[in-house]
């Protein structure tokens, strides 16, 4: 195995190879998130709402639509959604009076920890012997290439 950077044309088509994997591997996860659905309630939509509050603590709508690469419009819904659930409550945000501050609730948060939980418990089944090293390939490669989508512009 080399360790030498690859050309830009056989690179590519290895990429494409991940993006291969990744579509059916993200489909797959999200059909057993809304299998799990009635269990915790959640629709995908509101458990990445849930997710980033969880992780980067209270946001606006419009913040959590950047994040997400999502319209505005449909991260409001998915607010909406997890409000009317006491998932999350709408606050007033010091800095900015139009534009509310999202945060967790105590239900919000049990709800998205019982989701990783229960994910975590799966996750604990992938089997193949991996390294830290062979994740942090992973996670490098991923990240690259979204980092590569995100910098290129769509007329």
Same mark, same amino acid.
């Given at each position: ?7 830009? &044309?056989?690179? @590519? ?72 659930? +006491? ?7 010091? &800095? ?12 919000? &948060?049990? @709800? ?21 090293? +062979?994740? +942090? ?12 989508? +995100? &910098?290129?512009?769509?007329?």
């Amino acid at each position: 195995m080399t360790t030498a950077p690859l050309p830009p &044309d056989e690179l @590519a088509t290895r990429l494409a190879n991940v993006y291969n994997l990744v579509g059916p591997l993200y489909r797959r996860v999200l059909r057993k998130v809304e299998q799990a659905a009635p269990i915790e309630g959640l629709s995908v939509g509101v458990r990445a709402v849930l997710d980033l509050l969880r992780t980067r603590g209270p946001m606006t709508v419009p913040q959590l639509g950047r994040t997400q690469a999502l319209s505005r419009q449909f991260v409001q819904r998915m607010v909406n959604d997890a409000a009317a659930q +006491d998932l999350v409550e709408i606050a007033p945000n010091p &800095d900015h009076r139009r534009s509310s501050l999202i945060r967790l609730t105590e239900v919000g &948060d049990a @709800a998205i920890m019982s989701v990783h939980a229960r994910e975590h418990a799966l996750l604990r089944q992938v089997g193949g012997e991996l390294t830290a090293a +062979d994740v +942090d390939a992973c996670l490098r490669v991923l990240t690259q290439m979204l980092a590569a989508i +995100d &910098d290129v512009d769509v007329d």
